[in-house]
Nanobody, 121 residues
Framework: VQLVESGGGSVQAGGSLRLSCAAS????????MGWFRQAPGKEREWVGG???????MYGDSVRGRFTISRDNVKNTLYLQMYSLKPEDTAMYYC?????????????????WGQGTQVTVS
């Protein structure tokens, strides 16, 4: 199983970015797919996820600004980020879930990507 994130970079506050996560060797359409982030010196934080019924859920700090979607044909997960803030600066990780439904707990995810850095100044 391989999860490869892309789309990270540097952006000014108020800007937008879209992250992608390409999944291979894994039936991504049958499980929840999620995003987490981790800033230096901080714990890993739940960003959000999308379940097999295309229902999305988000962490409190990003709800209303971030949108998660998936393309099951391309086996790709997306994270569209709007109105970015300096506190959104972190390494963003794609994760593949153990279940059809999403839970905001890292233990409910079994595969992880290497991460892509997002820096907001």
């Amino acid at each position: 199983v391989q999860l490869v994130e892309s789309g990270g970079g540097s952006v000014q506050a108020g800007g937008s970015l879209r992250l992608s996560c390409a999944a291979s060797g894994y039936g991504a359409s049958r499980y929840c797919m999620g995003w987490f982030r981790q800033a230096p010196g901080k714990e890993r934080e739940w960003v959000g996820g999308i379940d097999t019924s295309e229902r999305t859920m988000y962490g409190d700090s990003v709800r209303g600004r971030f949108t998660i979607s998936r393309d099951n044909v391309k086996n790709t997960l997306y994270l569209q980020m709007y109105s970015l803030k300096p506190e959104d600066t972190a390494m963003y990780y794609c994760a593949a879930g153990r279940f059809e439904l999403c839970y905001d707990d890292s233990s409910s995810f079994m595969f992880w990507g290497q991460g892509t850095q997002v820096t907001v100044s």
